[in-house]
């Protein structure tokens, strides 16, 4: 089974940024898509940014322009930069791979607050 594990969470303040990353194994990484997804305390899980195995990239509309989604295929990881982080960023993200399989990570939280 794929295993996907993340990392980079933590606490900033409105403005900041971070870089999460999600190491992925028992899969051959090149070849599948890979997502980022959130969960906010009492909401659902949305959906972030994906990843294609060719590079190609989608994001949310709330953090369009102020996150980017990239993979290192030599060392399995996907990445999230999210610059200019507002409160509203604040939850458990998640690294999901193949794109909407059942393989989730443990998540990671991010806290945005002053």
């Known amino acids: 089974q794929v295993q996907l594990v993340e990392s980079g969470g933590g606490l900033v303040q409105p403005g900041g940024s971070l870089r999460l990353s999600c190491a992925v194994s028992?899969?051959?990484?090149?070849?599948?898509?890979l997502g980022w997804y959130r969960q906010a305390p009492g909401k659902p899980r949305e959906l972030v940014a994906t990843?294609?195995?060719?590079?190609?990239?989608n994001y949310a509309d709330s953090v369009k322009g102020r996150f980017t989604i990239s993979r290192l295929n030599t060392k399995s990881t996907v990445y999230l930069q999210m610059n200019s982080l507002k409160p509203e960023d604040t939850a458990v993200y998640y690294c999901?791979?193949?794109?909407?399989?059942?393989?989730w990570g443990q998540g990671t939280l991010v806290t945005v607050s002053e």
């Open positions: 999901n791979g193949p794109i909407g399989s059942s393989n």
């Open positions: 028992r899969v051959i990484f090149s070849r599948i898509g």
């Open positions: 990843i294609t195995s060719g590079g190609s990239t």
